[in-house]
C-alpha cells in the first residue's frame, strides 16, 4: 500500500483531524502495520495494544503523531478512524464520509 497525500483528505474541514488521519494512515504503511491491522480489530491503540506488538503500536503512535499534539483519546479516535480507512478501502470509507458525517469544528463549537 502507498502514503496518501493532504489533498486525498481535503473534504475533511477541520485541519488538525485532516492532518492526525492523514498521518496516522501513512504511519501504518511506513510502520509495516498496514496488514496487521487490515485483518484485525484492535480494542485500544493507546491504552491496550496488543501484547505481541508493544513495540511496533509505540512505533506507530510516534509516527502518526509527529505533527499534531494528541491526547490519549484524540489519538486512539485517529486510529479508529484509520482503521476504518484500511478495512473498508479509501474510496468506499471517504463516501461513507462524504454521505454520512458532518464536520464538527472542535475548536468554537460550530458544524461546518
Known amino acids: 500500500?502507498?502514503?496518501?497525500?493532504?489533498?486525498?483528505f481535503h473534504f475533511i474541514n477541520d485541519?488538525?483531524?485532516?492532518?492526525?488521519?492523514?498521518?496516522?494512515?501513512n504511519a501504518t504503511v511506513t510502520c509495516?502495520?498496514?496488514?496487521?491491522i487490515r485483518n484485525k480489530r484492535i480494542e485500544s491503540y493507546m491504552f491496550a495494544p496488543p501484547k505481541d506488538k508493544l513495540w511496533q503500536f509505540y512505533m506507530l503512535q510516534r509516527v502518526a503523531s509527529a505533527r499534531t499534539e494528541h491526547t490519549g483519546?484524540?489519538?486512539?479516535?485517529?486510529?479508529?478512524?484509520v482503521e476504518d480507512i484500511?478495512?473498508?478501502?479509501?474510496a468506499e470509507?471517504?463516501?461513507?464520509?462524504?454521505?454520512?458525517?458532518i464536520d464538527y469544528d472542535i475548536n468554537v463549537g460550530n458544524i461546518v
Open 86 to 90: 484500511i478495512q473498508l478501502g479509501y
Open 32 to 36: 509495516d502495520m498496514y496488514e496487521y
Open 73 to 81: 483519546i484524540t489519538y486512539d479516535l485517529t486510529m479508529k478512524i
Open 1 to 8: 500500500m502507498s502514503v496518501l497525500g493532504e489533498a486525498d
Open 93 to 101: 470509507w471517504r463516501h461513507f464520509y462524504m454521505t454520512y458525517v
Open 15 to 25: 485541519k488538525f483531524w485532516r492532518l492526525s488521519i492523514l498521518d496516522g494512515y
